[in-house]
């Protein structure tokens, strides 16, 4: 089993940047592949970003390619989102998820991932 916890989180004026960090429980961190989701208010929840468990491979939503990098430390059972030009439209609740040996064809899809986190708020004022 995984356990998730999201961090970095904040109230950011558009324009500005954050990093959202999002550590894991277990030992077997560098089997999953992780990803990003986001729920904006009164929207469903809806793909941002995602690496495979090898890192080799990353996948971005358009709404976000360009600005958001997703990276990982499997040393120390991480994730990371630099979050760059923020716009108000990104705001929303941030979920990290972990799919176990996940496949790029995949990532992009919820419902294959095993594990979420609580979920950290990012605000980002106009």
């Known amino acids: 089993q995984v356990q998730l916890v999201e961090s970095g989180g904040g109230l950011v004026q558009a324009g500005g940047s954050l990093r959202l960090s999002c550590a894991a429980s277990g030992r077997t961190f560098s089997s999953y592949s992780m990803g990003w989701f986001r729920q904006p208010p009164g929207k469903e929840r809806e793909f941002v970003a995602a690496?495979?468990?090898?890192?080799?491979?990353?996948v971005y939503a358009d709404s976000v390619k360009g600005r958001f990098t997703i990276s990982r430390d499997n040393a120390k059972n991480s994730v990371y989102l630099q979050m760059n030009s923020l716009k108000p439209e990104d705001t929303a609740v941030y979920y990290c998820a972990a799919d176990f040996h996940g496949a790029t064809i995949f990532l992009r899809v919820r419902d294959r991932y095993d594990y979420w986190g609580q979920g950290t708020q990012v605000t980002v004022s106009s």
């Open positions: 690496i495979t468990w090898s890192g080799g491979s990353t």
